[in-house]
């Protein structure tokens, strides 16, 4: 099983921008989709974005148009650009398989914090 983990979070200013890493620990380069999942404090984790085999995207509607997933093979590393962040977006930030496929272990996270 793959493992992941993630960086690059820390503390973004209403309408920041930052960009989150996720490092896998072997090819990702077959995985039918690779996805970031945001869990809010209090709340469930939920899929945000998602990598699609062949090179599709898909997001959640509360991020559409504002954060964007890519992949690097070679590198087999994720990375999700988040732009215009709101208040909203604060929480921790995890990689694994796009749902339902998700592997049962999650690395730790990265935490990201928006405030003036």
């Known amino acids: 099983q793959v493992q992941f983990v993630e960086s690059g979070g820390g503390l973004v200013q209403p309408g920041g921008s930052l960009r989150l890493s996720c490092a896998a620990s072997?090819?990702?380069?077959?995985?039918?989709?690779v996805g970031w999942y945001h869990q809010a404090p209090g709340k469930q984790r939920e899929w945000v974005a998602l990598?699609?085999?062949?090179?599709?995207?898909k997001y959640a509607d509360s991020v559409k148009g504002r954060f964007t997933i890519s992949k690097d093979n070679a590198k087999n590393t994720v990375y999700l650009d988040m732009n215009n962040v709101k208040p909203e977006d604060a929480g921790v930030y995890y990689c694994?398989?796009?749902?339902?496929?998700?592997?049962?272990?999650w690395g730790q996270g990265t935490q990201v914090t928006v405030s003036s």
């Open positions: 694994n398989r796009g749902p339902p496929f998700e592997y049962a272990y």
């Open positions: 072997g090819s990702i380069s077959g995985i039918y989709a």
């Open positions: 990598f699609i085999l062949g090179g599709s995207t």
